[in-house]
Nanobody, 126 residues
Framework: QVQLVESGGGSVQPGGSLRLSCVSS????????MGWFRQAPGKGREGVAG???????SYVDSVKGRFTISQDNAKNTLYLQMSSLKPEDTATYYC????????????????????WGQGTQVTVSS
């Protein structure tokens, strides 16, 4: 069973930046796909960004140009660099992993992932 542990959340003013990290208990090299998801109070879980073993990435439209997903296979770590943060980015952010490739659209669907971290809170407020 894969264990995923997120860190890096916090409170930031609008326009600020944060970098989230997700350490995996297993080697991320050549793993199917990993992704970042978020859930705001009273809302469903939303796919934010995904990356697969071929290095291809996908983003939800609302974060394109502001967020960057990456992974360091030597450290078994997934990252989400977030900049130009907005109040609507406030949510609990989760990382997830799955075996097997997923196309650019599918990798943003939470239901296809079978391993999840515990989440880290991001609050954007002035």
């Amino acid at each position: 069973q894969v264990q995923l542990v997120e860190s890096g959340g916090g409170s930031v003013q609008p326009g600020g930046s944060l970098r989230l990290s997700c350490v995996s208990s297993v080697n991320t090299y050549n793993r199917g796909c990993m992704g970042w998801f978020r859930q705001a109070p009273g809302k469903g879980r939303e796919g934010v960004a995904g990356i697969c073993s071929d290095g291809s990435t996908s983003y939800v439209d609302s974060v394109k140009g502001r967020f960057t997903i990456s992974q360091d296979n030597a450290k078994n770590t997934l990252y989400l660099q977030m900049s130009s943060l907005k109040p609507e980015d406030t949510a609990t952010y989760y990382c997830a992993a799955r075996d097997g490739y997923a196309d650019s659209r599918s990798r943003l669907i939470p239901q296809i992932y079978n391993a999840w971290g515990q989440g880290t809170q991001v609050t954007v407020s002035s």
